[in-house]
Nanobody, 121 residues
Framework: QVQLVESGGGLVQAGGSLRLSCAAS????????MGWHRQAPGKQRELVAA???????NYADSEKGRFTISRDNAKNTVYLQMNSLKPEDTAVYYC???????????????WGQGTQVTVSA
């Protein structure tokens, strides 16, 4: 079984910063891409940022320059450093990862339970 557990969410004032973490645990052979998505009330879930096992990154246009995604492959953990936060960044943030559980298994996509980020004006 594989679990993704996020942490680091909370309440912050506009202009502030937060750092989210997501650790994958369980039976894991390898992790390909890891990423962060978010879902605001009444809106669809959207990609925030993603990072490959080699460190290549991809960001949504609205987050470029404010958010930084990184990962520690030894710890099976992905991070999202969020700076200059805006009220419109308020959402539940979910991490996801493409994981092979064994050498012979296919790649499956796993999701965390989400962590709330609230940015006050």
């Amino acid at each position: 079984q594989v679990q993704l557990v996020e942490s680091g969410g909370g309440l912050v004032q506009a202009g502030g910063s937060l750092r989210l973490s997501c650790a994958a645990s369980g039976t894991i052979f390898s992790i390909n891409s890891m990423g962060w998505h978010r879902q605001a009330p009444g809106k669809q879930r959207e990609l925030v940022a993603a990072i490959t096992s080699g460190g290549s990154t991809n960001y949504a246009d609205s987050e470029k320059g404010r958010f930084t995604i990184s990962r520690d492959n030894a710890k099976n953990t992905v991070y999202l450093q969020m700076n200059s936060l805006k009220p419109e960044d308020t959402a539940v943030y979910y991490c996801n990862a493409d994981i092979k559980r064994t050498r012979w298994s296919i790649v499956n996509n796993y999701w965390g339970q989400g962590t709330q980020v609230t940015v006050s004006a």
